[in-house]
């Protein structure tokens, strides 16, 4: 069974430029989340998607970062523009769903690491 | 509010060590715990979990109880490898009310020597 993909695996760009992530699940995993894990940090949750639509996106800075999921398959995340504090590793996580009460696993991506210079 | 708290690293050891690393937590409800581990290079991969007190989890030679009376789900190995190397997270997820993400520590890295 594939993992979760995502690309690019690195990235750098400057300051103010924007960049974009794409992320594929695992197929027929309904749930898709975006992290972002700063060096030294546990991962933070960004966006959390159950099929297309936006489950919680209380933790992400919506004046620059944007992620979508059209058809309920694979998802964008993009920032623009970037802050140097954006540096970090980009997580992208699936799983199967997210009842209550059950345990869904999630299933993680590589990750890409973002430099803003 | 809920959150994770495990030991700071590095932790160095040799092989054939034995290891624990600590995670306490403080959640409302009865959370699910989990150890999460990263590889160099690699994704988070889940190591093992426990969904209720008492429980034990365990995979790889690693364990880790639910201890519900200490809030603590301490992970331990007892003989580790250079292959153990990683960076190791302890999480917990809440099963009340509509807040159901993942809560993590900060993570421990881990370096094995021969």
């Known amino acids: 069974e594939a993992g979760v993909a995502q690309s690019p695996r690195y990235k750098i760009i400057e300051k103010r430029q924007s960049v974009a992530f794409w992320c594929n699940p695992i197929s027929g995993h309904a749930t898709l989340y975006w992290y972002q894990q700063i060096l030294g940090q546990g991962p933070k949750l960004l966006i959390q998607?159950?099929?297309?639509?936006?489950?919680?996106d209380s933790q992400l800075p919506k004046d620059r970062f944007s992620a979508e999921r059209l058809k309920g398959v694979d998802s964008t995340l993009k920032i623009q523009p970037a802050k140097l504090e954006d540096s970090a590793v980009y997580l992208c996580a699936s799983s199967l769903t997210d009842r209550p009460r059950a345990y869904n696993e999630q299933f993680f991506g590589p990750g890409t690491r973002l430099t803003v210079l | 509010g809920d959150s994770v708290t495990q030991m700071e690293g590095p932790v160095t050891l040799s092989e054939e060590a034995f290891l624990t690393i600590n995670c306490t937590y403080t959640a409302t409800g009865y959370p699910s715990l989990f150890w999460y581990v990263q590889y160099p290079g690699e994704g988070l991969q889940l190591l093992l979990k426990a969904t209720k007190a008492d429980d034990k989890g365990s995979n790889k030679g690693f364990e880790a109880t639910y201890r519900k009376e200490t809030t603590s789900f301490h992970l331990e190995k007892g003989s580790v490898q250079v292959s153990d190397s990683a960076v190791y997270f302890c999480a917990l997820k809440t099963n009340a009310g509509n807040n159901r993400k993942l809560i993590w520590g900060l993570g421990t890295s881990l370096a094995v020597n021969p």
């Open positions: 998607f159950q099929n297309n639509g936006v489950v919680d």
